[in-house]
């Protein structure tokens, strides 16, 4: 059975940090490119950040210089530290396993809130 599940989410001023991380079991960790994506109220859900095996990272613009992706394929964990957040960063944030030879194979977490307010 896969799992992956997320944990670090709550509520944060504007300009705080926070650090999400994400446990995959069930898989072979290895295989699977590991990412955190996320979903504003209204919005549609949107990548984050992706990291490969080998540490090759894709992020989008709007976290670059704030966020930073991490995975720890010893212990089957990615993280996301989030620095620097501001209140358009509110979202449910979900953690990702896309399988880097068969892209259609993929799970998510359950999701973890982030809340940016002051």
């Known amino acids: 059975q896969v799992q992956l599940v997320e944990s670090g989410g709550g509520l944060v001023q504007p300009g705080g940090s926070l650090r999400l991380s994400c446990a995959a079991s069930g898989i072979i960790f290895t295989a699977y490119t590991m990412g955190w994506y996320r979903q504003a109220p209204g919005k549609q859900r949107e990548l984050v950040a992706t990291?490969?095996?080998?540490?090759?990272?894709n992020s989008a613009d709007s976290v670059k210089g704030r966020f930073a992706i991490s995975r720890d394929n010893a212990k089957n964990t990615v993280d996301l530290q989030v620095n620097s957040l501001k209140p358009e960063d509110t979202a449910v944030y979900y953690c990702?396993?896309?399988?880097?030879?068969?892209?259609?194979?993929?799970?998510w977490g359950q999701g973890t809130q982030v809340t940016v307010s002051s």
């Open positions: 990702n396993a896309r399988h880097a030879a068969v892209g259609r194979l993929q799970y």
């Open positions: 990291i490969t095996v080998g540490g090759l990272i």
